[in-house]
């Protein structure tokens, strides 16, 4: 079994330290890009329900808050989806020989059904 210490080096010693900037530079560039800056203020108005004519009176905090727990439940929702369906992924493939053997056996089944 692969210990936390042997994944970590592997890890760091790998391309991520490269990749890691160049996939936040990526990001950048493309938020800052003109298809979708001018979304932000809409964007703003629609997490916080602030309209764009109240902007200059209405409190940053409250806009932050709403940004951050509207990225918060996006990130909560992508992540426990990407875990579930690895999860089941890596039980399909542990139990890949048995699946095989009873779907073989489902196949014969119903293609020699269809000669009766």
């Known amino acids: ?3 936390l210490a042997e994944t970590n080096e592997t890890v760091m010693s790998g391309a991520l330290p490269i ?3 160049i996939a936040v530079l990526g990001g ?3 938020f800052f890009s003109p298809c979708v800056l001018p979304l932000v203020p809409g964007y703003l108005s629609y ?3 602030v309209s764009g004519a109240d902007l200059a ?3 940053r905090g409250r806009m932050v808050a709403g940004a951050s727990l509207f990225v918060l439940g996006f990130t909560v929702v992508f992540v426990s989806g990407g875990a579930l369906f690895g999860f089941f992924g890596q ?11 009873v779907l073989g056996v489902l ?3 119903m293609g020699s059904s269809s000669w009766a």
């Open 1 to 3: 079994m692969i210990t």
């Open 28 to 30: 950048l560039v493309s």
């Open 91 to 101: 039980t399909l493939q542990a139990n890949s020989g048995v699946l095989s053997k």
């Open 57 to 59: 009176d209405a409190r």
């Open 107 to 109: 196949m014969i089944l």
């Open 19 to 21: 990749a890691l900037p």
């Open 47 to 49: 997490v916080t329900g």
